[in-house]
């Protein structure tokens, strides 16, 4: 198996670029459906290559997993901007997948906003307490506990304990491409692991509860760099079965966005 979470099938086919994903992108709650991660990563992929223009950048990403999206089977990735403009652009991408029925349908669908760039370096500003260094994290040896699926294509490490008091902590580097014989952009790195903040923020059981987020919304103010993805998350939830994830996204220099996700809270059926 390629060291990749997806191949790229047919660039040129009339319902979008097509692909095929492999067992990496498969989630941890069933080996049925993709990760959210891989996901957001392959719809921001296309939201960056869409009518791109060198003096701009994508300031926010709002990703919806409009459903379970199929591990399994080819899947569709188009791309569009929705409106123009010389400092404020706004592009979109969906990702299609066959139903039940065999009809293609959006299973994804991620917005962007993309604004012109201009140098503000003297005006950098960004108050919030960075990460401990990769240097004092440790590693839980996750990959031990699942067959072959999204977490074995991290190298994973803690700051934090699991659902100890206080904010989540972690930081994050992926070991496969994102698309077979391409290199990651920074934001495609983002967000092939953004997506975990959720599971990083967590208080409950995963024995006992399961908390599937619906979307994330990432604001960016500065494109990271470097092969680690630091966050800091924490999850709130209320009396009625939905909860927030609030977190930070880090380079190793410091904050480089913000990330919210709604979650549905539900306890697992006994076994």
Request: proline share 7%; net charge negative; with cysteine.
């Amino acid at each position: 198996m390629p060291d990749c979470y997806y191949e790229l099938v047919d660039a040129d086919d009339e319902r979008g670029e097509k692909f095929a994903a492999t067992d990496f992108v498969r989630s941890t709650w069933t080996a049925a459906i993709q990760h959210g991660a891989p996901v957001s990563a392959l719809l921001v992929r296309g939201l960056q290559r869409c009518q791109p223009r060198d003096d701009t950048r994508l300031s926010r990403v709002l990703v919806d997993l409009l459903g379970p999206v199929p591990a399994d089977g080819d899947l569709w990735v188009r791309a569009r901007r929705e409106r123009s403009g010389k400092q404020i652009e706004l592009v979109s991408a969906e990702m299609l997948a066959p139903g039940p029925d065999g009809e293609l349908r959006p299973v994804a669908r991620a917005s962007g906003w993309r604004l012109q760039t201009l140098d503000t370096a003297g005006v950098v500003h960004a108050p919030t307490e960075p990460l401990r260094p990769v240097s004092e994290a440790f590693t839980r040896d996750m990959k031990k506990d699942w067959d072959l699926n999204y977490v074995h294509s991290l190298d994973w490490r803690w700051l934090t304990q699991p659902m100890s008091d206080g904010p989540g902590e972690s930081w994050i580097k992926p070991e496969v491409a994102l698309v077979n014989g391409e290199s990651m952009t920074p934001l495609e790195r983002l967000f092939a692991v953004a997506d975990d903040a959720n599971g990083i923020g967590t208080k409950l059981d995963i024995r006992r509860w399961t908390f599937l987020n619906t979307d994330l919304a990432v604001h960016i103010h500065r494109l990271p760099d470097g092969e680690w993805v630091g966050i800091r998350a924490e999850t709130s939830y209320g009396p009625d079965g939905i909860g927030t994830t609030i977190g930070t996204l880090f380079d190793e220099s410091g904050a480089v966005g913000a990330i919210q996700q709604s979650v549905l809270v539900r306890p697992r059926p006994p076994r």
